[in-house]
């Protein structure tokens, strides 16, 4: 009854950017469209936003694209967010990773945040794993041996990521007085992060929906509040993606609101206090 | 005393679900959570979720279309200095009277403008007038068109947050 | 005295033009404030030169933000400012009437600051 009839050039430019990125356009979203879209139709000259998402969809121009992708792509930036992975990383899985790298079993421990966004969530790993091998009174164990892999879809963002300045509004939203200042300098506005912290997160552009994934796998991996946006067909390819690139044993982390239904085919889901987590069978 | 508890509880009925769950299907949810960083839960209102609310300060709007929507979103004075300092990184007592009541409006102000677009998107155009604030400890806004009036709460552990639409 | 990049903000609410200064100096510009079209104006004629993007309200008392946009098109001296409009103005056909009328790019309330720190580091980049 309400929610207006889609035209045909929104259906167009909905199925355009879902086979880009996968992101399912919902048409209660469509009003929020033009406004994402109006630099482009600036730059294009075109018309009207019917002509523009004509002209988009039957562009091969990579910019183009890019910058389409870039426009609709939504962006959570919160520190540590939904609390529970964070004590999950330092009080069950980090002593058991710690004890490896120790015993020689594993020389390093990989941790990919796919979608990173503006680099709080990447960081807030590197800088739970430092604190957390700070309590737990691990010189000997070298930082290196953490790689944090962050990866997003917008060259923009990972820019901004890996400048590692944050604003006054950015940096009160779930970061804990003591991580504040600890990690950060306060130079007037800006927030500037610690450059050990930085130096431990690599970022890099990544589209999750391309077939080819380049860098490895790993021992956990952060994939948070990023399949609400995909359609049902590119969240079943994308977490199968996620789950290649897991290692054997290795542990998922979802969003706190987020199902995953059918995941006791390839992982177990475990519990430690409030918090869920998902870890790969050893044997699939 | 029966009586009395039903006449309330009808001054909150809610006309028509299918357009209240639209119009507020989380857009203002959204809005704070965008502009704040606070999740906060949606509930609808009965008489005794709101008893102990405590509005002290009120941002209010009108949108004038086929219909004409009066949008308030009414608070604490706790809330709104929560709410704004969240929103602009500011310590909360370094916040203003002014500052909260420019704050609340304006999270009016954006609530209308989420309406006025899904709307325009639904073939309705409405204008927005500029919004105003309303302060007073213990005020309420009260309709005459009682029927037309649909509530909501959004609330935290911390703060409470009530708005309200009715179509005049 | 350091030359900074200056933004100049319009928005008849202090809040958003507290949140904008906040996502302007992440990136060491510095942020001009009006709270009205007249005020806009008076600041553009002393500070046009070193001006390198207005981000525009559109409701606003007084002048609204097409009409003070149509102003700023207008004037040989302030054309080639880049204008964003920052607003909760959303219909498609009020789009496009802004951008018929010169704007640069668009950003809707609600909006994160980050959002706004990137658009502009996008258009004053472009620029």
């Not at chain 1, 860098?215 to 956990?220: R, S, T």
Request: aromatic content about 10%; overall charge negative; glycine content about 6%.
């Amino acid at each position: 009854m309400y929610g207006g009839t889609a035209s045909k050039e929104f259906i167009m430019i909905q199925e355009f950017i879902e086979g880009k990125c996968g992101i399912s356009l919902g048409e209660e979203k469509a009003y929020l469209l033009e406004s994402k879209l109006a630099s482009l139709l600036v730059e294009s000259g075109a018309s009207s936003f019917e002509d523009l998402y004509l002209k988009i969809c039957t562009t091969n121009d990579p910019d183009l694209i890019d910058s389409v992708i870039e426009a609709v792509t939504i962006n959570e930036t919160f520190w540590f967010r939904d609390k529970t992975p964070w004590y999950i990383i330092e009080e069950v899985l980090l002593p058991a990773l710690v004890a490896k790298l120790r015993n020689g079993e594993r020389d390093r421990i990989r941790i990919w945040s796919a979608a990173c966004s503006y680099g709080q969530e990447p960081y807030s790993v590197a800088m739970c794993i430092d604190r957390c091998l700070s309590r737990m009174g691990a010189a000997d164990i070298r930082p290196e041996s953490f790689q944090i892999l962050a990866t997003d879809i917008s060259s923009d963002v990972i820019q901004m990521a890996e400048a590692g300045n944050y604003d006054n509004i950015s940096i009160s939203r779930g970061l804990e007085e003591d991580y504040k200042s600890r990690y950060f300098i306060n130079q007037g506005r800006i927030w500037r992060l610690d450059e050990e912290i930085k130096r431990r997160v690599c970022f890099k552009q990544f589209n999750l929906i391309e077939s080819y994934f380049p860098y490895g796998q790993f021992d956990i991996i952060f994939c948070r509040n990023i399949f609400i946006y995909f359609s049902e067909r590119y969240k079943k390819e994308v977490m199968d993606r996620i789950t290649a690139s897991l290692k054997p044993g290795g542990v998922l982390f979802i969003g706190s609101s987020e199902l995953f239904e059918d995941y006791s085919r390839c992982y177990t889901m475990e519990q430690y206090r409030n918090g869920i987590y998902y870890r790969k069978k050893e044997c699939l | 005393m029966n009586n009395t508890n039903q006449g309330k509880q009808q001054h909150i009925e809610e006309s028509d679900e299918a357009f209240s769950n639209w119009f507020f299907s989380n857009s203002i949810k959204e809005i704070i959570f965008t502009m704040t960083g606070m999740e906060v839960l949606e509930e609808k209102v009965s008489v005794e979720t709101i008893k102990d609310l405590k509005q002290e300060i009120s941002g209010v709007i009108v949108l004038i279309g086929n219909k004409r929507i009066m949008l308030s979103l009414s608070m604490s004075t706790y809330s709104a200095r929560s709410l704004v300092a969240s929103m602009t990184g500011l310590k909360p007592e370094s916040l203003t009277q002014e500052d909260l009541v420019d704050g609340v409006a304006e999270l009016a102000n954006i609530a209308a403008g989420k309406v006025k677009a899904k709307l325009s998107s639904n073939g309705e155009h409405y204008d927005i007038l500029l919004p105003y604030s309303i302060t007073g400890d213990n005020h309420s806004i009260i309709h005459k068109n009682k029927i037309a009036v649909l509530i909501r709460l959004y609330h935290t552990e911390n703060i409470a947050v009530m708005a309200k639409v009715c179509l005049l | 005295m350091e030359f900074k990049t200056k933004i100049l903000s319009v928005d008849d609410s202090s809040i958003i033009r507290k949140i904008i200064r906040s996502s302007v100096e992440v990136l060491n510009y510095s942020l001009l404030e009006a709270s009205s079209g007249n005020e806009a104006l008076s600041i553009l004629v002393r500070e046009h030169e070193s001006i390198k993007l207005i981000l525009l309200d559109w409701n606003m008392p007084g002048m609204n933000g097409l009409e003070l946009l149509k102003i700023i098109k207008k004037d040989n001296l302030y054309r080639n400012i880049p204008v964003m409009m920052v607003t909760t103005e959303g219909e498609k056909e009020n789009i496009v009437k802004a951008v018929q009328a010169g704007v640069a790019n668009y950003l809707l309330k609600p909006f994160t600051s980050e959002e706004l720190t990137k658009k502009v580091m996008q258009c004053v980049g472009r620029g």
